[in-house]
């Protein structure tokens, strides 16, 4: 099960990164090995330099080190030594330039891919259908592309990088020290993976795991908490209410603090048993030469050799614990992460894409509904029940009916949020599918009742999405002007068009923003424009004068108008009373009145 467990985790790690990556990380591991051989070489050159200190006649004994004098004319046993001594001192300086040079690459790569893992995993989100939207909490998307991301490349790939670095290394440095001393440098070995493996058959790597479930439940609730703080704020300032939504936000970070603080304090634990075993088995060493009766000149190169590769051994071998608890406290992120980016059947679909279909898709006879109908994901209630009906090219349409009737949802399926459960939507005979979807949207304007304006300008906001190169100034003020909306920017804001509206739109009122909505939604000059309920806001003046601009051009487009205040829909071509998600009366505004009860009860209550 284990192995199973080890492969899995290996399999969606490799899923992460693509093949360029790959070979990135190839290199690093090139460099790490490099580095280990470097190391290695500086710990193996101390042992012969000691004893050349201590025995300095060695140099005529030894064949290697006779040949070497010789080689380059040392003249003297003292120049030979400083020699030898700059060579040494050459091998660690070089090592440690590319020890800096293999942390600086793998530092890069580590920002460069929680870069690249945040975009896709943003854009992944963004790519997913709108009902995936209706069953998330969007705070939780949020953390997970600012936060969680950072968690796994910081906190997961960086200590992996960092246990497989270490590994290389340690395994030279210990091929080495087996070399010039085996017995001891077993003995030393076997007491630390005796508790390597006690601390790893402890639970330890259980609870790590545990933990770091928790650390993202409690993560998501600091985020959530933050959320619902500032988002209702207004309301929070009103009722007072700021030490309730503190307090929460309190919890959530106290669990989330106290996990970190243990996470930490586990990692830093081992490195105190390390640094007894590594000074003790040292001590040990030189206990063990002088019992068996050594010379000073034996016991002090060993001595100095062993303690020079624990001085180089430790500090890796702290990391590679700090970087194991880290993999097990957060291996729980990889998990989330490779579910939301990779195993989310959601694949890119044909409607992403720029075929001709989508291009040539227009709008110029008939919307046509066949027995829609539509129901949630997870129930069995249809929201919307055999939906028959018929919009002609520059008709104006109505859609009306109480609270729950199915008028939203409706509006979300012609808009291609939301696919029909059963029957079709066609425009001029074709049905909409994910093929056309897009080529369908882009005849499209969208009016909701609460808009969303970013933290910009009067023009980025009506000119949504769009880079300053792609904005046409003229036809933002053109819109401007039919939305009724172009002399309280160029008369009342000091910036004009360049004005900050705030977050949200905060510095402007509800039917400033609702004027920006109907100007966004007419910036692309749409032959469609969906009004769902987009004049609420306004005081009764505001709205007759921008219906009255939408009137002026309703005769070169299409209009649908969900509508709460009836007087809005007096002048629509046909108006469709929606009750319980079907359609129980259709006719004009004057008809309607006359024949229809519900309608003439809900006209009644409006006025009333």
Request: aromatic residues 12%; charged residues 20%; proline residues 2%.
């Amino acid at each position: 099960m284990r192995i199973k467990e080890k492969l899995s985790f290996l399999v969606k790690l490799s899923h992460l990164f693509n093949k360029k990556e790959r070979l990135q990380l190839a290199g690093i591991m090139a460099i790490a090995l490099l580095t280990a051989i470097f190391q290695s070489l500086g710990i193996a050159s101390i042992l012969p330099f000691i004893s050349l200190l201590m025995n300095p006649d060695i140099i005529f004994e030894h064949k290697i080190l006779f040949w070497i004098y010789n080689f380059f004319g040392f003249q003297n046993v003292k120049a030979f030594i400083i020699g030898a001594g700059l060579a040494i001192l050459g091998i660690i300086v070089i090592g440690n330039i590319i020890s800096a040079m293999a942390i600086w690459l793998q530092n890069r790569f580590v920002w460069k891919k929680n870069n690249a893992l945040s975009t896709a995993l943003l854009g992944k989100y963004l790519s997913l259908p709108y009902s995936y939207f209706l069953t998330q909490n969007t705070a939780d998307l949020s953390k997970n592309v600012l936060s969680e991301v950072n968690i796994l490349t910081i906190s997961f790939l960086m200590p992996i990088l960092d246990i497989i670095t270490g590994f290389v290394i340690i395994c030279l440095i210990f091929s080495t020290l087996l070399l010039i001393s085996p017995l001891s440098t077993v003995i030393i070995f076997l007491i630390f993976f005796m508790f390597s493996g006690v601390i790893y058959k402890s639970g330890f790597r259980r609870k790590l795991k545990a933990r770091g479930n928790e650390r993202i439940k409690a993560n998501e609730g600091r985020y959530k908490a933050a959320s619902e703080a500032f988002g209702a704020i207004k309301y929070i300032k009103f009722l007072g209410r700021e030490t309730y939504f503190s307090n929460k936000y309190a919890n959530h970070s106290l669990k989330f603090s106290d996990l970190l603080a243990w996470r930490i304090i586990v990692s830093l634990v081992p490195r105190y048993f390390i640094e007894i075993i590594a000074f003790g088995g040292v001590i040990a060493f030189i206990l063990l030469l002088m019992i068996t009766e050594r010379s000073i000149q034996q016991i002090i190169p060993v001595t100095s050799f062993f303690a020079f590769a624990g001085y180089r051994i430790m500090p890796i071998m702290n990391k590679m614990f700090m970087a194991f608890t880290n993999l097990q406290f957060n291996r729980v992120v990889l998990d989330k992460i490779h579910k939301d980016l990779i195993e989310n059947g959601y694949e890119k679909s044909n409607a992403e894409t720029d075929s001709e279909e989508e291009k040539n898709l227009r709008f110029e006879s008939s919307i046509v509904f066949k027995n829609l109908s539509f129901s949630y994901s997870g129930s069995s209630d249809f929201v919307l029940k055999h939906i028959n009906l018929k919009i002609k090219k520059n008709m104006v349409v109505g859609i009306v009916g109480p609270t729950g009737a199915g008028k939203t949802t409706f509006v979300d399926i012609v808009l291609g949020l939301l696919t029909p459960t059963e029957g079709i939507m066609e425009v001029d005979g074709i049905k909409i599918t994910d093929v056309n979807l897009k080529g369908w949207k882009h005849n499209l304007g969208y009016v909701p009742q609460f808009i969303y304006l970013s933290d910009d300008t009067i023009t980025h906001n009506i000119a949504f999405g769009f880079p300053d190169e792609m904005i046409d100034m003229k036809r933002v003020e053109r819109v401007a002007k039919i939305s009724n909306l172009h002399d309280f920017i160029t008369i009342e804001l000091p910036e004009r068009y360049n004005t900050i509206v705030g977050e949200r739109g905060i510095r402007l009122s509800g039917g400033q923003k609702q004027r920006v909505g109907i100007a966004r939604a007419l910036y692309e000059d749409p032959d469609v424009l969906i009004l769902d309920e987009a004049t609420s806001s306004l005081d009764g003046i505001t709205e007759k004068s921008v219906l009255k601009a939408i009137e002026n051009i309703s005769e070169l487009k299409t209009l649908i108008i969900i509508a709460h205040r009836l007087t809005t829909v007096k002048k629509c071509d046909v108006i469709y009373l929606l009750d319980n998600g079907s359609i129980v009366a259709q006719g004009r505004y004057d008809e309607l009145m006359e024949n229809n009860l519900q309608f003439r009860a809900m006209a009644s209550e409006l006025r009333n």
